[in-house]
């Protein structure tokens, strides 16, 4: 079906692109080799691409109605202009664009550029650099108190209370008492400005702590120690083992003989394994330390950049003939924030401060608000328009007599409480609890919550986005299966696999030492006869033999095992060996290998630029020249290394890769390509093991073209690589290997519990793409059944469009992309592709750089407008934790920098089903009630306000005063009111069996206009109730109106709470007879305030009176008429349209 779809809404012009496409389509049915040029040609053809609109209409879409209305407005944005664009918003743009414009007047940003860094001489730099300091703080000691006052007063609710606080300095305008109105603002502002304080303060400290750590600097006069923070571009810093590098620098030396050194990268790139960095050959071969200053010489760096994988530079030494010139690239940079491994090492630093890649890669973090609160805001708007429109209709039945505006103003003040000053009292305290609630929870110990701000955000998530390594993955690494072709070998049967190597090692020893003259000769005319089929333990020997031999790993040990020179070095192997060797490598998929070569017997005792060293399990060393390395790279997806046997003089040419690329270099088989699909099947990393024996003339041919091809100046990549192809012909395939990379418990149903909740999951990693296929299928983010759309790496315009129509066929299949391709898609086509990932069930971005992991976390909130999660635990997903409208760190191996900056931090990735789904639901659910409760309560006594200025010939007479006002919103009902924090609806328990009850918050109908309609409407009935039934029934003794109101006012206030509560609690029905007694003692203490006198008659409230029989009847008879109503429709909506949960827990 989907093949007859037009794709392209011809015209005729495009036809001719139309048979190009079609020519790629079958070409790419059948696999790219060839026929890739044609895709390149597209490049000259972007006029066609005008004519081939991408399909975005909504007939392309084959989906059903709900999940179209999950589609991106982004159409929908343009602005509204005009008086409703300036109302709901446009003042705020206004400013911000004004801010703006003022902030780039006062400092016109810099522009970074190339330069040229002579060695340790700072002060013969042209340009000034940044300071080399760390600053995580909001704001300074001038900017605070204006900064966090600027945040409070953004909100209308906020700067309507200090415009009426304010009104009250005016003697015309003053209704009560100040502490009325000052009170309660006073207190938000002094409990949001101390929070800020201790937030701001312990940044401060951490920044502190990190610029004032002392490193080594060269000098002319030997060592001086400088603070972090003073270090100057042209410095030559000293960094020891297990030392930070303060900033980024080139590597000019190291204490390691063989001029290179390991420096771990997990804070910068999230990879845990170590980097291997070469020192710049000119000055590693100074005889001493002191020489750097005694040559001339200079460093040319390229500007400043984003990239962490790429640099380009030259090292000039101008006082040798001829001047050396060395090109520098990224194995010479040693970057800020990574960490010394092995060695120590001197660099001269390029970059300093902002500068530096580490502090590019991170965004500022920005004040996060939650939607709850924006909800509330606009209806504090929504509340203000009623405000006013009844000011006006009270001043419009007084007949605008006198000075009316005067009185609009008053009017304007007495009716203020509709807008409630406790609601951010009240929803800070409720927020507070939350937090403490989830720190609490003994079912995820060791959550800390650092942003009090937004608990309920966590209840509203469509979208969560998170890393692979050490959020997902424990990123430790397990050999699990050797394939041989004929025979399999699991984590059961490697015993086998080590009596064969005992045997067939032991038996060439002997063979060996009993003829050591002619042990060469037969071996040699073996690789040249006719093949044989060999038997399995001298396959298993090969194998193993190739895997020990073929990678990039090196073994570390403890100083104490190299205290002396070489020689001590060997015989300290062969005593210390296995407790003192660690091995490092660049992919822990190597090192998985390594060590279980070690364990079948084949150990890797040493290894240096030129030869490497093997123990077989009898204790004899094999030692190998490598004449050869081919690194690992993403393009190519294989690694290779051609070493000489030193024993017997044999060229072997060991290559291990993806089998994608594999299949074509090695001789034909018939088990490869079904193997390998069961291996990734259960979640295993594959790579397949080939070799190839070189005659001395094969390989002294190859080397010659080899370094010829190195020395070429233009396209010297595809030169280099088609003579390396050259050997990888009809190479022998020895075995298929098998690793795990094993998972963090239980992510696999914490995966599903999300994706039953609603969350849509995106994966979001720097690792390769093989490897973030493998863990979306083993953690199941991509269910079994589901088909995966891998996109194509992609360059240009035409190439994105061929590969988004592509994408757009399939259904219901999960997308796994690469961050060059997404950076292409996103040039050219940004909406369209992000319409169709939203359409995915998961979605897996690999290669992803830290700024292009939050760059796709504001393109969902920009294109869904929905709310977003970011999970991570390494110093690269800080960016993308501060992005998102809520980040979780994780604490990991990879630091604690990711749970630092997050607004949520935990212990492991199965915590995160909790903490939505009982948490994030329970404290959403709450605060909703409690933020339109605490607005019934306003509404309430404003209603009961305006009808009894209405019956006093619209009189601007507050009807109660000072201390009942105050008293009303605190003492008398806030803990009842309060105590909605402890409600639940459905039991923790029930909210994990039953993750859907999640998916009903993303809607955001626990707190909507219709909801809010319902508690006006339910204020406007009570408020009227009391207010005419207290005029009715008290006609004789109108004295007293004051105290029956009110009385009455407070228990149906009580007696609402009782409404709402969905799960009693102990601690509620305290809150509620307290707040009852608390009434009734005051009743004795304030009986100046219960009477009418400031109106008319002068009479004031005797005890005697509220003690009757007649007062206590009538005021239940007004609170009954209030309420009961309520509870019975409450009870028909229960049995005629009850909510979801409640059938959970009948």
């Known amino acids: 079906m989907a093949d007859q779809i037009p794709l392209y809404p011809v015209r005729s012009t495009a036809a001719s692109a139309n048979r190009k496409l079609a020519a790629y389509y079958s070409a790419a049915g059948r696999g790219s080799g ?45 602005r509204k202009r005009g008086l409703e ?67 409070q007063f953004k909100f209308f609710l906020n700067l309507y209370f200090l415009v009426v606080s304010c009104s009250q300095f005016v003697p015309a305008l003053k209704i009560g008492y100040l502490y009325t109105y000052w009170a309660p603002l006073g207190f938000v502002l002094a409990v949001t400005l101390t929070r800020e304080a201790i937030d701001e303060f312990r940044r401060f400290q951490r920044d502190k702590e990190m610029n004032s750590q002392l490193y080594s600097k060269l000098t002319v006069r030997g060592k001086v120690q400088v603070k972090s923070s003073d270090i100057q571009v042209g410095d030559l810093i000293i960094v020891e083992k297990n030392q930070r590098i303060p900033s980024d620098m080139v590597f000019l030396r190291t204490s390691e003989k063989a001029g290179s050194c390991f420096i771990r990268t997990d804070q910068l790139d ?24 005694s040559i001339n010489a200079y460093v040319y760096a390229q500007k400043p950049q984003l990239d962490i994988h790429s640099f380009e530079g030259t090292f000039t030494r101008e006082d040798s003939d001829p001047p050396i010139h060395e090109s520098l690239s990224i194995e010479n940079t040693l970057w800020a924030s990574t960490v010394v491994a092995s060695g120590t090492v001197i660099g001269v630093v390029i970059y300093t401060g902002k500068e530096t890649r580490s502090v590019m890669n991170t965004s500022n973090p920005k004040n996060k608000v939650g939607l709850l609160d924006l909800e509330l805001n606009r209806l504090t708007k929504a509340l203000f328009v009623a405000l006013v429109a009844l000011s006006v209709v009270m001043v419009t039945l007084q007949g605008f007599v006198g000075p009316w505006y005067r009185n609009l103003f008053r009017f304007l003040l007495l009716f203020s409480y509709i807008i409630p000053v406790s609601l951010r009292v009240n929803l800070d305290m409720g927020k507070a609890a939350y937090g403490w609630m989830i720190m609490k929870d003994e079912n995820i110990p060791g959550t800390v919550v650092r942003t009090s701000t937004i608990p309920e955000e966590l209840g509203r998530l469509v979208y969560l986005l998170t890393d692979k390594t050490g959020t997902l993955t424990q990123n430790e690494m397990i050999f699990k299966r050797l394939h041989l072709g004929t025979v399999s070998y699991g984590t059961d049967t490697m015993d086998e696999i080590q009596s064969h190597i005992i045997n067939s090692y032991s038996q060439m020893h002997s063979q060996a030492s009993g003829n050591t003259t002619s042990s060469t000769l037969p071996r040699k005319a073996q690789s040249s006869a006719p093949k044989v089929r060999k038997s399995v333990s001298s396959r298993i020997h090969e194998a193993v033999k190739a895997i020990a031999l073929c990678h990039n790993v090196t073994p570390v040990y403890e100083p104490r095992a190299s205290v002396g020179g070489e020689t001590e070095f060997a015989e300290a192997d062969q005593d210390l060996s296995d407790e003192n060797r660690t091995y490092q490598a660049s992919s822990p998929d190597e090192v998985a290998l390594v060590q279980w070569t070690e364990s079948v017997g084949l150990t890797l005792v040493s290894r240096d630029l030129t030869s490497m060293q093997l123990k077989t399990p009898s204790g004899h060393i094999l030692t190998y020249c490598i004449l050869q390395m081919f690194p690992f790279t993403s393009e190519s997806k294989r690694m290779g290394i051609i070493v000489r046997d030193e024993a017997t003089a044999e060229i072997t040419f060991y290559m291990k890769g993806a089998d994608i690329v594999m299949s074509t270099i090695v001789q034909y088989n018939d088990w490869l390509e079904e193997e390998c699909g069961n291996m990734a099947r259960e979640g295993l990393r ?11 003339e094969q390989y002294q041919d190859f080397e010659s073209r080899y370094s010829q091809a190195k020395l070429s100046l233009h396209d010297r990549a595809l030169k280099v690589a088609a003579v390396v192809e050259s050997l990888e012909r009809e190479m022998e395939l020895l075995c298929l290997t098998g690793v795990e990379d094993q998972l963090q418990a239980d992510v696999r149903p914490t995966l599903e519990l999300l994706r039953n909740a609603g969350v849509k999951i995106w994966m979001l990693t720097g690792d390769k793409l093989e490897t973030a296929t493998c863990i979306a299928k083993s953690s199941h983010l991509v269910s079994r059944t589901q088909d995966i759309h891998i996109f194509r790496p992609v360059t240009s315009r035409g190439e994105a469009h061929l590969e988004l129509n592509a994408f757009r066929r399939k259904h219901d299949c999960a997308l796994v992309i690469s961050g060059d391709s997404l950076e292409v898609c996103l040039r050219y086509y940004e909406h369209e592709f992000v319409e169709l990932a939203c359409q995915c069930p998961a979605v897996v971005c690999c290669r992803c750089s830290p700024t292009q992991k939050a760059h796709i976390v504001k393109l969902l909130q920009q294109h869904t407008g929905r709310r977003t999660c970011a999970i991570g635990d390494g110093g690269n997903d ?81 009807l109660y005063q000072g201390f009942l006002m105050v008293g009303y919103a605190t003492i008398y009902t806030m803990f009842p009111v309060f105590s909605l924090v402890l409600d639940q609806d459905v039991k923790p328990e029930m909210a994990l069996l039953y993750p859907e009850l999640y998916k009903d918050l993303t809607k955001g109908r626990s707190l909507s206009f ?96 509220v003690t009757t029989a007649t007062f206590l009847w009538k005021v239940s008879a007004i609170t009954l008429v209030s309420c009961l109503p309520l509870y019975v429709l409450k009870y028909l909506k229960r049995k005629l349209s009850p909510p979801s949960y409640s059938k959970l827990t009948s």
């Not at 053809?45 to 392309?60: F, Q, W």
């Not at 594959?686 to 001395?696: F, G």
């Open 686 to 696: 594959t790579l397949v093991v080939a070799k190839r024996m070189l005659t001395e």
């Open 1010 to 1105: 219709k909801t809010f309609l319902i508690w006006v409407l339910i204020s406007i009935y009570q408020g009227g109730v009391l207010m005419f039934g207290a005029l009715l029934l008290f006609e004789s003794e109108f004295v007293h109106v004051v105290a029956i109101s009110f009385t009455a006012l407070i228990l149906t206030e009580l007696l609402m709470v009782a409404l709402t509560v969905r799960t009693w609690h102990w601690l509620m029905v305290v809150a509620e007879f307290l707040s009852l007694g608390c009434y009734v003692a005051s009743l004795a203490f304030l009986s100046e305030y219960f009477g009418s006198g400031r109106v008319s008659f002068g009479a004031f409230l005797d005890v005697a009176f």
């Open 270 to 293: 999230g990879e845990t394994d170590w980097k291997l960095k070469v020192a710049v050959s000119c000055t590693q071969r100074l005889p001493a330390l002191g020489d750097l200053f």
């Open 85 to 151: 664009w300036l109302v709901c918003g446009g003042w705020k743009c206004l400013c911000t664009s004004c801010c703006d414009w003022l902030m780039n007047i006062c400092q016109t940003k810099k522009e970074l550029k190339a330069r040229t860094v002579w060695l340790g001489c700072p002060e013969k730099c042209e340009e000034k650099h940044p300071r080399n300091s760390i600053k995580n703080q909001k704001y300074n000691i001038f900017t605070f108190i204006p900064g966090v006052l600027y945040e």
């Open 34 to 78: 060839a026929d890739r040029h044609s895709r390149y040609q597209l490049e000259d053809e972007s006029a066609h691409l005008d004519e081939m609109p991408l399909m975005m209409s909504e007939e392309g879409f084959e989906n059903d109605e709900n999940d179209y209305h999950t589609l991106p407005r982004a159409r929908m944005t343009q």
């Open 878 to 958: 800080v960016s993308m934790i501060q992005a998102a409208d809520c980040g979780i760190g994780i604490e990991g191996k990879e630091g604690k920098q990711a749970s630092l900056a997050a607004d949520f931090s935990l212990t492991q990735f199965r915590h995160v089903g909790r903490l939505l789904v009982v948490h994030g639901r329970s404290s959403y659910k709450r605060s909703a009630a409690l933020g339109q409760f605490v607005m019934h309560r306003g509404l309430i006594i404003s209603t009961m306000q305006a009808v009894f200025s209405s019956v006093f010939y619209f009189a601007s007479v507050p």
